[in-house]
């Protein structure tokens, strides 16, 4: 497994509601089933999250599918890890608190 740190570009996309909504983008070169990867959630004032949905695009720029990764959090840095084999670009919401 190859950790890559943070990679993504982050961006809150509903404020104020309780809960965060993030929008995480990974690039291409983050291949699934054999990299992680992290999001600070303390950039966002959250510690721990509640969700997490994985977009995948195995096709770049037309097939879009769901994965379900893992994720564990450590002092408030969710380390993701993508399933699958497939080198397109990633976008996950996290859901954080």
């Given at each position: 497994?190859?950790?890559?740190?943070?990679?993504?570009t982050n961006?809150e996309?509903a404020?104020?509601?309780?809960?965060?909504?993030?929008?995480?983008?990974?690039?291409?070169?983050?291949?699934?089933?054999?990299?992680n990867?992290?999001?600070?959630?303390?950039?966002f004032?959250?510690?721990?999250?509640?969700?997490i949905?994985?977009?995948?695009?195995t096709t770049t720029?037309?097939?879009?599918?769901?994965?379900a990764?893992?994720?564990?959090?450590?002092s408030?840095?969710?380390?993701?890890?993508?399933?699958?084999g497939?080198?397109?670009?990633?976008?996950?919401?996290?859901f954080?608190y």
């Amino acid at each position: 497994m190859t950790a890559l740190g943070a990679v993504s570009t982050n961006t809150e996309i509903a404020p104020a509601l309780g809960v965060k909504m993030i929008s995480c983008v990974f690039p291409s070169t983050v291949i699934g089933g054999t990299d992680n990867a992290t999001v600070d959630l303390s950039k966002f004032g959250c510690t721990n999250i509640h969700g997490i949905l994985c977009f995948d695009e195995t096709t770049t720029g037309s097939i879009v599918a769901t994965q379900a990764p893992t994720t564990t959090v450590s002092s408030s840095v969710v380390t993701i890890t993508f399933t699958g084999g497939d080198t397109g670009v990633k976008t996950v919401i996290l859901f954080a608190y």
